[in-house]
């Protein structure tokens, strides 16, 4: 937010281990496209955008066009829904999930940390610039209407004979049922988030299908991708409510460090 360069720090004048080769440089916006508004208009395209699920669209210098999938992800999606008036994303789309746009191709790379309030303040490779086709138009799939009450932090539970111990099938409470979650892609990272979630300091290990027994029901979640630092599983990215394809013998579990067991943990050679 400097209004010029003598107020950014740098090494000192003079000093530079560089040569003319790593000289550096701007692009500045053209008199063409002067007039950039500090929020852009967002749309979503294909018959499912009534329900928050759609292809994105920009508009911009007087022109719809489309982002490409370069990069995009979750945090992208988030800042897209939020923008366009959602409570939040279920899940990033890519090429193929998503009807192709046609036109230009207005932002690919785009980097959204996923906190900001428009995609404006996200980094992106430049307007008009990008390697991409319409194949990779990316999309998003948002909280709509109907599922609006998803709670911030959503409720665990454990199931099996052991779960008073910390080991069990893991189930969710969503819209008013309880179920599982499918195995694919579970880890670690994962059962980590889920056992702090319900009260324990850690997990032992991630358990899959047939080492817990089997649910019943709903099977709410699959392709779950904690980073393992998560405060909940909400914060986690997953294929989207309801949307797997699994069967019960896939139910994932964990296995948490129990209130019984030392938590001091040693290496023995």
Known sequence: MEQNLMSCSHRGW?????????????????AGILNIPADITLRLQGSLSKNGTGRV??????QWGTICD?????????????????????????GGQVPHGSGRIWLAQVGCKGMEQ????????????????????????????????????IT????????????????VFFNGQWG??????????????????????????ALQGGQVPDGSGRIWLDDVQCKGT???LTS?????????????????????VSTGKDKKIRLLS
């Open 70 to 94: 370069d990069g995009w992800d979750f945090k992208d999606a988030r800042v897209v829904c939020r923008q366009l008036g959602y409570q939040d994303a279920v899940r990033a789309l890519y």
């Open 156 to 171: 665990l539970r454990l199931q099996g004979s052991l779960s008073k111990n910390g080991t069990g099938r893991v189930e």
């Open 118 to 153: 428009n995609l404006m303040s996200c980094s992106h490779r430049g307007w008009g610039k990008h390697d991409c086709s319409h194949d990779q138009d990316s999309g998003v799939e948002c909280v709509s209407a109907g599922i609006l009450n998803i709670p911030a932090d």
């Open 180 to 205: 599982t979650i499918c195995d694919d892609g579970w880890d670690f990272k994962d059962a980590r988030v889920v056992c702090r979630q319900l009260g324990y300091q850690d997990a032992v290990r």
């Open 57 to 62: 669209e920009v508009f911009f210098n007087g």
């Open 236 to 256: 986690c990215f997953h294929r989207g409510w309801g949307k797997h394809d699994c069967s019960h013998g896939q139910d994932a579990g964990v296995e948490c």
């Open 230 to 232: 998560e405060q909940n």
């Open 14 to 30: 003079g000093k530079h281990d560089c040569s003319h080769d790593q000289d550096s440089g701007v692009e500045c916006v053209s």
